[in-house]
């Protein structure tokens, strides 16, 4: 898998989605309202509370952002080819990848790679900045390699914990229900951390370690405790995200290696 | 020398067993619970270079099983396989770029996009050279005739088109081997024909080793002079269609016109085939008599005005091949 025939398959990409402008755009146009609406939702919460576990409306809107940015980032690579995946095993169309002399799971990422997720990120990518601007940090340079290196990390987050349960498809073929649990689960770390209790803490840290997308990294910048990482692990929270990706990796090719195909 | 060799390959299903329902969902991630059934049972042949082989068995013989194998698809449960002496599976990219696998019932084109597009994504995917890309383009787009539609979209084409040009695709990386998996299905008598002759100049004059599934006995006929039919997951013959039609099609197929009708005939040793009034088909099994005797014997007794001689079509030999089989049939899977 060459970079230039990534680019290729982008410029084709785009040339296909341009085949179905209207639906493009106003997909796009939808998934903002909807995002808007939520960020709103959260903002009239925020002007009844004050504060949730301490967390102001511009510190909130920073880790919902981190949370939303990383998710587009990552499943732009990752949900639609993993969620995908259920009707091409099914159908058997799955096979015609494997024959190929290309890397099955880099063509299909990139294959599907979906360019629809610009509507997450241009609007949690504004609200991030207005964020930060609003908050008004004395941030040095380091700061700022450490938000490009968590956002890099959540992105591999949810690409490698969607992967993961991508790979599921090869031995139970359905999966949906695995990818509606991780919307849950993503549902909580709309939140501060401790809002919740210790088995949530627990489980959103070390079973789907979701918590390392936005809370860990937007605690250490806002200078927040945290009673599950100590302060000196501060620069280990974005190895988490190319652990995860690898690991998310190795189990889906194991996967295709155990894929039974369709009769035919 | 050969290039496919396949020895004493296996192929074991496993499905494990669902329960329904989320709580079901959850606990049917852990349960061991399985049938297996084998699709392919300890087979073994070889291919050499050049050869034009056809696979065929009864649905469910476990034909594609074998394809998906020799492609790299599947892994084996147990034998060992090498394909241009690789094994497919371990060595997929290598043994990709060697082969060219053609799906009748699976497209491998951009639906929304023209023809040309996914030419030259296959360009890109394969690594194909320009000049060898743009010869080899214009070679299979000129004997199949694409031309007229290479600017089309792939949605508003003909299955007959689009199957042309899967297979073009096929051979644009110059392949050693063509797997092609009914690559004849449901098409019209045209599109067979011309798609026959052009895997006919590929195999013959480009030396394309070509191994392909059909149920269409005329593929076999025109493009393959080796024929494997296996059924139940085992090779029942390998050999050529005239050995196979030899060994079963032994009897011949009599017409005769009579100038009257001579009601019912009974003659000892023949059976009615069909009966038109004038027109009789009768089936003859070449035995002590000759079908010549049988035919002078009823020329003696009734008015006959023409008779003509056949011998039992492709069709009729594996109809007979496949009933054969399927008495002697036995279920060979079990509950794990």
Request: proline content about 4%.
């Amino acid at each position: 898998m060459t970079l230039l025939l990534f680019s290729k398959l982008v410029r084709l990409l785009l040339k296909e989605k341009m085949e179905y402008r209207a639906d493009f755009v106003l997909s796009a146009f939808a998934q903002i309202i909807s995002y808007a609406g939520d960020y709103i939702v959260i903002w009239l919460f925020m002007k009844q509370f004050n504060s949730i576990a301490g967390w102001n409306w511009p510190e909130i809107a920073l880790l919902y952002s981190i949370g939303l940015f990383t998710y587009a980032l990552g499943a732009s690579f990752s949900f639609v080819q993993m969620s995908g995946l259920e009707g091409q095993v099914r159908e058997g169309t799955f096979d015609t990848l494997l024959i190929k002399p290309v890397n099955p799971y880099l063509y299909l990422i990139s294959r599907g790679f979906n360019l629809a997720y610009v509507a997450h990120i241009s609007i949690s990518g504004t609200v991030l900045i207005w964020a930060i601007a609003q908050l008004n940090l004395q941030w040095s340079w380091t700061d700022y390699v450490y938000l490009l290196l968590a956002l890099i990390s959540g992105a591999m987050i949810h690409a490698g914990l969607l992967t993961a349960i991508g790979a599921t498809t090869f031995v139970w073929v359905r999966t949906g229900y695995l990818f509606s649990l991780f919307f849950q689960l993503k549902e909580f770390i709309s939140y501060p951390l401790p809002i919740f209790g210790t088995v949530v803490q627990l489980l959103l840290t070390v079973g789907v370690p979701l918590a390392f997308v936005n809370f860990y990294p937007a605690a250490f910048l806002l200078s927040y405790e945290t009673s599950l990482i100590p302060h000196w692990a501060k620069w280990l929270v974005p190895l988490a995200g190319p652990l995860i990706y690898g690991l998310g990796y190795r189990f889906w090719m194991y996967g295709a290696n155990k894929y039974q195909g369709a009769g035919g | 020398m050969s290039i496919i060799a396949v020895n004493g390959i296996t192929k074991t299903y496993r499905q494990y067993r669902r329960f329904p329902g989320l709580i079901g969902s959850v606990r049917s991630l852990f349960t061991r619970q399985y049938t297996e059934e084998d699709a392919v049972n300890n087979m073994s042949f070889t291919i050499n270079e050049g050869e034009a082989v056809g696979y065929l068995g009864p649905n469910g013989a476990g034909k594609s099983t074998m394809i998906k194998m020799m492609t790299g698809i599947l892994v084996p449960t147990n034998g060992d396989i090498k394909v241009l002496g690789v094994v497919p599976h371990e060595a997929r990219k290598a043994n990709a770029q060697q082969i060219g696998v053609v799906f009748g019932q699976r497209s491998q084109l951009w639906w929304d996009l023209p023809v040309t597009d996914s030419f030259d994504l296959h360009k890109y995917i394969y690594k194909i050279p320009d000049s060898a890309f743009r010869k080899n383009l214009e070679l299979c787009m000129s004997l199949l005739s694409i031309h007229e539609f290479v600017q089309k979209p792939v949605r508003q084409l003909s299955l007959g088109q689009r199957m042309r040009v899967e297979i073009a695709m096929a051979l644009l990386h110059e392949p050693k081997i063509l797997f092609l998996d009914e690559p004849t299905i449901g098409l019209d008598v045209m599109a067979k024909d011309q798609i026959r002759r052009f895997l006919r100049t590929v195999n013959r004059e480009r030396k394309v080793t070509i191994v392909l599934t059909t149920h269409d006995m005329k593929d076999i006929e025109e493009i393959c002079p080796r024929m494997l039919v296996v059924n139940k997951g085992s090779l029942v013959y390998d050999g050529s269609v005239e050995d196979l039609r030899a060994k079963l099609g032994s009897e011949r197929k009599v017409i005769i016109d009579f100038r009257v009708d001579p009601g019912l005939l009974d003659i000892p040793g023949i059976t009615l085939l069909q009966d038109e009034g004038i027109r009789k088909t009768f089936l003859v099994p070449r035995g002590e008599s000759t079908v010549f005797e049988h035919v002078s014997r009823i020329a003696s007794q009734y008015p006959v005005e023409d008779a003509s001689i056949e011998s039992l079509d492709i069709e009729s030999v594996i109809r007979k091949l496949y009933l054969q089989l399927a008495s002697e049939e036995q279920p060979i899977s079990k509950i794990g």
